[in-house]
């Protein structure tokens, strides 16, 4: 065990004096959970704190500079990349109790926060105020601000509103050292330097701990409406996601569903489309009453020489959840279709969908496993569950082949590794395939102008 | 170290016909729209990023600056040489690569003109939608390196917004590629968002691969006179707050629009008004629709007058005259400093209401203009020849009281040459030395652009 795992005593007095009573924890009880996120990879934090101050951070930062100590700032730990695993050991900052809500203004439509609230807790205070925070992953109910903004994620809407870098307009940041950094500002443009927010957003981490965050606000928009649609199979689905966009329509989420993923659903619910579907599109459009009745109509007309075999469109608040509740099934339902799944979020440019979607088909086929495909196709962005019983080491070894495969494949469609979970522990062996030597030195050499010594979640991402 | 004769002829052999020190090409460079004037010692007008490679491994084994440049329509004198050297023109750089409908992006090289890219995706159905006022000469490479705003970017962003990718030759002379050509990418740091807008301080952007969007079926503008300009910027919140998402929301204060007189569609009345030019876009209904609540939001915030473009050749009426009014104020007075202020949305009127006082305190002139939408005014100062201090004690309190109001310096231009004395005012100490120190990783012999932005 290195250094690392062992805390020092003096680094366990420090802990006690400036994170007293239940804002430490050092037994492996208390501490296990922080060990471990959605990636379910898991190691024993050193220690965990759970500050409720800036203050506390920069003592912290500053003290784990000067002893070499790794920290690993953690949100909800929903992502699904390892991003929050202790690996080289360390002390994890919970976040969860920075979660306040600093400001709503109405007038300059922005929000400031403390990064470990719940986006989605953010979003139904901004609703009574008929505001609207637009990033929203799957993860909205339950993953923090803090979490989006350091994997800038992504989710339904950012097909017309962008992803989380889109959204955050400043931040303030405690690095290596405990100095507090401020970037961006409250404006909605500002060019003053160089643009520190956009480098720390998606950081996972390895840059700094965030304890504000300035976000951008939008009017709520006034009406939704939802078209499922139902189609023989992925191409003419894929097909005909792509008529929308050349019908000059930007829907505010555009969702696709293959066959193995609409099945998996089926396996615990029940479903509106029928039985013999190849795929799924749930089409969401926003704007005011008028516009949204219009888009609908005009997505209707767009998708017709595809042939759907069955749609249906939903105006109110409940019909639309319940064409949207099977998506939302989709990954308790994956893990009925088998004990484990390798996922991976590969991005290709929209153009490539339906290269990309046979390709994976044919992988899948070839190697004889389950593959589910869905995901945010409106940008292009496919979710790909690699189904399989890892307990098979032959089942483990070929559902490894099909991963290596698809990312290849991914890439030399221009693609990327990851839209937007990350790289974090699980995509990292991976990385060289995509980024250039000369790229990933640069990164390096940015990631030591913030952190020379290397505390900041080392070992992950880049 | 000055590039004397025997170094520039060196340069000419191994840059080829490129490289000139031809007296009229030193003077081309040596000034932008900031109404500075500082010569470099050479100009190279590279054909490849191989060429830019070269040029940079030079640089470093005889350690003289080089300066990228774009159209040099910049307003803060980031293309101009502060310590002579080379300046890197990237107008011979511009072809068109691909606009490619199925994937919509564009692929450019640096030296593409706005507007060239912008009539090629339309051609094609498709829209980039960055379009600063200079669009008809600026490059999008200079558009990266400043990360240009513009009227439209209240509903579409900025062109941050739609840089995905970069080839960007390093200080070193290495080639980097940065980004992807998807929507979405979260592999490794955002060296794309750090570049766009780095003015030139960290790498030379070789080729660029910008998002494209369906274009608009439809766009409906109309300009509304107001009594002054405050209740036109109040009028401008509350479009804002109103759930309409206007395509353009610009300002033209009472000075702006004395000097464009002559071309305004209607007699310009006495007292302080000022002038709103609102537009809409989408589908044909939409537009309509949006366009119609913005003139109802316009007469019941008292406009006296409210006037739809009736067609296209109206409404680019409309637009010649707001892209006019920075053109003619340059040219209006021998002193002239361009401020580009950006607050939140909601204080526009209390920076509107500051800016008479200021002016007179400083006995200077005086324009308000520019993209109210998104907060961003731009606030010209013109003078006689040597009101230049003064120019700057105004810009100087300016600036202090847009901060006061949770604002920027700087929401589009850039710093360059121009604002760098005042960067203190807005950055803490500490963020300035963190961006030193990421200006020293990509740049650590410090030859690209120096002395530019950071102080
Ligand atoms: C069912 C499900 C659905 C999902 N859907 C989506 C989706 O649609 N789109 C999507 O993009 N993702 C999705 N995710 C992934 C995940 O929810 C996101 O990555 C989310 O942003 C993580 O937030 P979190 O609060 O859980 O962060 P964590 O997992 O706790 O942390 C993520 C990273 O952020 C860092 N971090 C957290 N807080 C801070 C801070 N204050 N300062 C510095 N670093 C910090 C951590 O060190 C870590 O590197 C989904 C996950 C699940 C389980
Ligand atoms: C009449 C007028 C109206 C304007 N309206 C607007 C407006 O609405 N919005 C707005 O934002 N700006 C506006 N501007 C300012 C200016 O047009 C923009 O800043 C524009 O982006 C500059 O482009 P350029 O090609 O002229 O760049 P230049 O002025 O040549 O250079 C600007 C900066 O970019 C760097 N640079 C240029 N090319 C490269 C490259 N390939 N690689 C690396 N660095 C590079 C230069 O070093 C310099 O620092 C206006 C200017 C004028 C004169």
């Given at each position: 065990?290195?250094?690392?795992?062992?805390?020092?005593?003096?680094?366990?007095?420090?802990?006690?004096?400036?994170?007293?009573?239940?804002?430490?924890?050092?037994?492996?009880?208390?501490?296990?959970?922080?060990?471990?996120?959605?990636?379910?990879?898991?190691?024993?934090?050193?220690?965990?704190?759970?500050?409720?101050?800036?203050g506390?951070?920069q003592?912290?930062?500053?003290?784990?500079?000067?002893?070499?100590?790794?920290?690993?700032?953690?949100?909800?730990?929903?992502?699904?990349?390892?991003?929050?695993?202790?690996?080289?050991?360390?002390?994890?900052?919970?976040?969860?109790?920075?979660?306040?809500?600093?400001?709503i203004?109405?007038?300059?439509?922005?929000?400031?926060?403390?990064?470990?609230?719940?986006?989605?807790?953010?979003?139904?205070?901004?609703?009574?105020?008929?505001?609207?925070?637009?990033?929203?992953?799957?993860?909205?109910?339950?993953?923090?601000l803090?979490?989006n903004?350091?994997?800038?994620?992504?989710?339904?809407?950012?097909?017309?509103?962008g992803?989380?870098?889109?959204?955050?307009?400043?931040?303030?940041?405690?690095?290596?050292?405990?100095?507090?950094?401020?970037?961006?500002?409250?404006?909605?443009?500002n060019?003053?330097?160089?643009?520190?927010?956009?480098?720390?957003?998606?950081?996972?981490?390895?840059?700094?701990?965030?304890?504000?965050?300035?976000?951008?606000?939008?009017?709520?928009?006034?009406?939704?409406?939802?078209?499922?649609?139902?189609?023989?199979?992925?191409?003419?689905?894929?097909?005909?996601?792509?008529?929308?966009?050349?019908?000059?329509?930007?829907?505010?989420?555009?969702?696709?569903?293959?066959?193995?993923?609409?099945?998996?659903?089926?396996?615990?619910?029940?479903v509106?489309?029928?039985?013999?579907?190849?795929?799924?599109?749930?089409?969401?459009?926003?704007?005011?009453?008028?516009?949204?009745?219009?888009?609908?109509?005009?997505?209707?007309?767009?998708?017709?020489?595809?042939?759907?075999?069955?749609?249906?469109?939903?105006?109110?608040?409940?019909?639309?959840?319940?064409?949207?509740?099977?998506?939302?099934?989709?990954?308790?339902?994956?893990?009925?279709?088998?004990?484990?799944k390798?996922?991976?979020?590969?991005?290709?440019?929209?153009?490539r969908?339906?290269?990309?979607?046979?390709?994976?088909?044919?992988?899948?086929?070839?190697?004889?496993?389950?593959?589910?495909?869905?995901?945010?196709?409106?940008?292009?962005?496919?979710?790909?569950?690699?189904?399989?019983?890892?307990?098979?080491?032959?089942?483990?070894?070929?559902?490894?082949?099909?991963?290596?495969?698809?990312?290849?494949?991914?890439?030399?469609?221009?693609?990327?590794?990851?839209?937007?979970?990350?790289?974090?522990?699980?995509?990292?062996?991976?990385?060289?395939?995509?980024?250039?030597?000369?790229?990933?030195?640069?990164?390096?050499?940015?990631?030591?102008?913030?952190?020379?010594?290397?505390?900041?979640n080392?070992?992950?991402?880049? | 170290?000055?590039?004397?004769?025997?170094?520039?002829?060196?340069?000419?052999?191994?840059?080829?016909?490129?490289?000139?020190?031809?007296?009229?090409?030193?003077?081309?460079?040596?000034?932008?729209d900031s109404?500075?004037?500082?010569?470099?010692?050479?100009?190279?007008f590279?054909?490849?990023?191989?060429?830019?490679?070269?040029?940079?491994?030079?640089?470093?084994?005889?350690?003289?600056p080089?300066?990228?440049?774009?159209a040099?329509?910049?307003?803060?004198?980031?293309?101009?040489?502060?310590?002579?050297?080379?300046?890197?023109?990237?107008?011979?750089?511009?072809?068109?690569?691909?606009?490619?409908?199925?994937?919509?992006?564009?692929?450019?090289?640096?030296?593409?003109?706005?507007?060239?890219l912008?009539?090629?995706?339309?051609?094609?159905?498709?829209?980039?939608?960055?379009?600063?006022?200079?669009?008809?000469?600026?490059?999008?490479?200079?558009?990266?390196?400043?990360?240009?705003?513009?009227?439209?970017?209240?509903?579409?962003?900025?062109?941050r917004?739609?840089?995905?990718?970069?080839?960007?030759?390093?200080?070193?002379?290495?080639?980097?590629?940065?980004?992807?050509?998807?929507?979405?990418?979260?592999?490794?740091?955002?060296?794309?968002?750090?570049?766009?807008?780095?003015?030139?301080?960290?790498?030379?952007?070789?080729?660029?691969?910008?998002?494209l969007?369906?274009?608009?079926?439809?766009?409906?503008?109309?300009?509304?006179?107001?009594?002054?300009?405050?209740?036109?910027?109040a009028?401008?919140?509350?479009?804002?707050?109103?759930?309409?998402?206007?395509?353009?929301?610009?300002?033209?204060?009472?000075?702006?629009?004395?000097i464009?007189?002559?071309?305004?569609?209607?007699?310009?009345?006495?007292?302080?008004?000022?002038?709103?030019?609102?537009?809409?876009?989408?589908?044909?209904?939409?537009?309509a629709?949006?366009?119609?609540?913005?003139?109802?939001?316009?007469?019941?915030?008292?406009a006296?007058?409210?006037?739809?473009?009736?067609?296209?050749?109206?409404r680019?009426?409309?637009?010649?005259i707001?892209?006019?009014?920075?053109?003619?104020?340059?040219?209006?007075?021998?002193?002239?400093?361009?401020?580009?202020v950006?607050?939140?949305?909601?204080?526009?009127p209390?920076?509107?209401?500051?800016?008479?006082?200021?002016?007179?305190?400083?006995?200077?002139?005086?324009?308000?203009?520019?993209?109210?939408?998104?907060?961003?005014?731009?606030?010209?100062?013109?003078?006689?020849?040597?009101?230049?201090?003064?120019?700057?004690?105004?810009?100087?309190?300016?600036?202090?009281?847009?901060?006061?109001?949770?604002?920027?310096?700087?929401?589009?231009?850039?710093?360059?040459?121009?604002?760098?004395?005042?960067?203190?005012?807005?950055?803490?100490p500490?963020?300035?030395s963190?961006?030193?120190s990421?200006?020293?990783?990509?740049?650590?012999?410090g030859?690209?652009?120096?002395?530019?932005?950071?102080?």
């Amino acid at each position: 065990m290195s250094q690392a795992h062992v805390l020092s005593g003096a680094a366990r007095r420090f802990l006690e004096k400036h994170f007293p009573g239940d804002a430490a924890a050092f037994t492996p009880e208390e501490m296990f959970v922080y060990g471990t996120d959605a990636s379910r990879r898991h190691a024993m934090p050193t220690a965990v704190v759970r500050p409720s101050t800036v203050g506390q951070i920069q003592e912290l930062l500053a003290f784990a500079q000067a002893n070499r100590l790794p920290i690993v700032a953690r949100g909800r730990g929903t992502n699904t990349v390892g991003d929050c695993v202790p690996a080289s050991g360390g002390i994890v900052v919970s976040m969860a109790r920075m979660n306040r809500i600093l400001e709503i203004d109405p007038d300059d439509f922005v929000a400031v926060v403390e990064p470990g609230l719940v986006t989605g807790d953010l979003q139904a205070a901004l609703a009574k105020q008929r505001l609207f925070y637009a990033p929203d992953p799957a993860s909205v109910k339950f993953s923090s601000l803090g979490g989006n903004a350091n994997t800038c994620a992504g989710g339904m809407r950012a097909v017309k509103y962008g992803v989380t870098r889109d959204h955050i307009l400043g931040l303030e940041a405690v690095i290596p050292g405990g100095e507090l950094v401020h970037c961006g500002g409250r404006t909605h443009k500002n060019v003053v330097g160089l643009d520190l927010t956009r480098l720390f957003v998606g950081s996972e981490g390895t840059l700094g701990v965030m304890t504000k965050l300035t976000l951008k606000l939008l009017p709520l928009p006034a009406a939704t409406a939802t078209l499922a649609l139902a189609f023989a199979d992925v191409d003419t689905a894929l097909t005909a996601a792509a008529s929308v966009f050349a019908a000059g329509i930007l829907p505010q989420a555009l969702e696709f569903m293959a066959r193995e993923a609409l099945a998996a659903v089926a396996g615990i619910s029940t479903v509106p489309w029928p039985a013999g579907a190849g795929a799924v599109l749930l089409i969401r459009v926003d704007g005011s009453a008028e516009a949204v009745a219009a888009d609908i109509r005009l997505v209707e007309t767009a998708v017709q020489s595809a042939a759907p075999l069955w749609r249906q469109a939903a105006v109110s608040h409940d019909d639309e959840e319940a064409l949207w509740e099977p998506r939302r099934l989709l990954n308790p339902a994956s893990f009925k279709v088998a004990p484990d799944k390798i996922s991976d979020d590969v991005t290709v440019p929209r153009g490539r969908l339906r290269q990309a979607a046979a390709g994976i088909a044919a992988t899948a086929g070839e190697l004889g496993l389950k593959i589910l495909l869905f995901g945010h196709i409106g940008d292009g962005n496919l979710h790909v569950n690699i189904m399989h019983d890892a307990a098979d080491s032959h089942e483990r070894a070929r559902a490894q082949t099909a991963r290596e495969r698809i990312l290849a494949l991914c890439l030399s469609l221009r693609g990327t590794l990851s839209g937007e979970h990350g790289v974090g522990l699980a995509k990292l062996p991976f990385l060289d395939q995509q980024l250039s030597p000369v790229e990933r030195a640069l990164m390096a050499r940015v990631k030591a102008a913030f952190d020379p010594h290397g505390i900041m979640n080392p070992g992950k991402a880049y | 170290m000055p590039l004397d004769a025997s170094l520039a002829a060196l340069l000419g052999r191994e840059l080829g016909p490129g490289f000139t020190t031809a007296p009229a090409a030193l003077t081309a460079a040596a000034t932008d729209d900031s109404g500075l004037v500082l010569p470099p010692e050479a100009v190279f007008f590279p054909k490849s990023a191989d060429e830019i490679s070269r040029l940079m491994v030079l640089a470093g084994r005889h350690g003289f600056p080089v300066t990228p440049r774009g159209a040099g329509t910049g307003l803060a004198g980031g293309a101009l040489a502060v310590s002579g050297g080379v300046v890197l023109d990237t107008t011979a750089m511009n072809r068109i690569v691909a606009v490619d409908a199925a994937n919509l992006c564009a692929v450019v090289e640096p030296g593409v003109v706005t507007k060239t890219l912008r009539d090629a995706a339309a051609a094609a159905g498709l829209f980039y939608p960055p379009d600063p006022a200079s669009l008809a000469t600026c490059t999008l490479g200079g558009n990266a390196a400043t990360n240009a705003g513009g009227p439209a970017c209240v509903k579409y962003g900025v062109t941050r917004d739609y840089v995905l990718g970069l080839t960007v030759v390093l200080p070193d002379g290495e080639v980097v590629k940065t980004g992807t050509a998807t929507r979405k990418g979260v592999v490794g740091y955002d060296l794309t968002g750090l570049l766009v807008g780095s003015e030139g301080t960290l790498g030379v952007i070789t080729e660029l691969t910008l998002k494209l969007i369906p274009h608009p079926r439809e766009v409906r503008a109309v300009a509304a006179l107001f009594p002054d300009a405050r209740s036109a910027v109040a009028t401008v919140a509350a479009i804002m707050a109103g759930g309409v998402s206007p395509c353009a929301l610009e300002l033209m204060d009472r000075a702006c629009l004395g000097i464009v007189e002559e071309l305004l569609p209607f007699a310009l009345p006495g007292g302080e008004v000022a002038l709103l030019l609102l537009e809409a876009d989408g589908d044909p209904d939409q537009a309509a629709r949006d366009i119609g609540r913005m003139e109802a939001l316009c007469r019941d915030r008292g406009a006296l007058a409210v006037l739809p473009a009736a067609d296209a050749a109206r409404r680019e009426a409309l637009w010649d005259i707001r892209r006019q009014i920075s053109t003619r104020i340059h040219e209006s007075a021998p002193v002239y400093l361009s401020e580009d202020v950006a607050v939140p949305i909601a204080r526009i009127p209390d920076l509107i209401a500051a800016l008479p006082a200021l002016g007179r305190r400083h006995n200077l002139s005086l324009y308000a203009f520019g993209h109210a939408g998104d907060g961003n005014i731009h606030v010209n100062i013109t003078g006689d020849t040597e009101c230049r201090p003064r120019t700057l004690a105004l810009a100087r309190e300016l600036i202090a009281l847009v901060l006061d109001l949770g604002g920027t310096m700087s929401g589009e231009h850039g710093i360059g040459l121009a604002k760098r004395s005042f960067i203190d005012m807005e950055l803490s100490p500490r963020s300035i030395s963190v961006q030193r120190s990421l200006k020293a990783v990509f740049d650590p012999a410090g030859l690209m652009n120096p002395g530019k932005v950071l102080p």
